[in-house]
């Protein structure tokens, strides 16, 4: 007894209870620190590809030409979803070029109309990797409407 220490915890001061009773928990806080710290790491070095949320959304973009080349500025676009007839629509910008971003997978039938042009169309399946649709318009048939109206009267001379 005389030349022993006792050792006391000093969660336990004033509870008269020593180290080793089940009150103390001084080798748990290690244990602790160093499974959050292997938690941290694993979760770093996991790829970022799989922290991803699960989605059914893709886009269907494309460029729109006529028969030579030339880009189709101002054109009209729409994506119709044939499961639920949903339409979109998009006017190409003076590159020609459209984009439906965040559609539903499915499949898409796109009509592209412009002046001077007659449509087109095309039939797509959007996955997840996304669809890209170049169409071509081509010239459509000079059609002209003359419209006149007068009505007789007297020319005085």
């Given at each position: 007894?005389?030349?022993?220490?006792?050792?006391?915890?000093?969660?336990?001061?004033?509870?008269?209870?020593?180290?080793?009773?089940?009150?103390?928990?001084?080798?748990?806080?290690p244990r602790r620190f160093v499974l959050c710290l292997l938690v941290c790491e694993l979760a770093w070095l996991m790829p970022l590809n799989l922290l991803h949320a699960q989605t059914n959304l893709?886009?269907?973009?494309?460029?729109?030409?006529?028969?030579?080349?030339?880009l189709v500025s101002n054109s009209k676009v729409t994506a119709l979803n044939k499961?639920?007839?949903?339409?979109?629509?998009?006017?190409t910008g003076a590159n020609g070029l459209y984009s439906f971003p965040s559609l539903p997978l499915g499949t898409y039938t796109i009509t592209v109309s412009a002046s001077g042009f007659q449509s087109s169309?095309?039939?797509?399946?959007?996955?997840?990797?996304?669809?890209?649709?170049?169409?071509?318009?081509?010239?459509g048939k000079a059609s002209e409407t003359v419209t006149v109206s007068g009505a007789s009267g007297t020319v005085a001379l």
């Open positions: 007894m005389f030349g022993t220490k006792r050792y006391i915890c000093p969660a336990a001061v004033g509870q008269r209870s020593k180290c080793a009773t089940q009150s103390c928990n001084r080798t748990a806080r893709a886009s269907i973009s494309g460029l729109i030409t006529d028969s030579s080349g030339a499961a639920t007839s949903a339409t979109r629509t998009e006017t169309t095309t039939t797509v399946d959007l996955t997840l990797s996304g669809v890209t649709a170049n169409l071509v318009l081509t010239v």
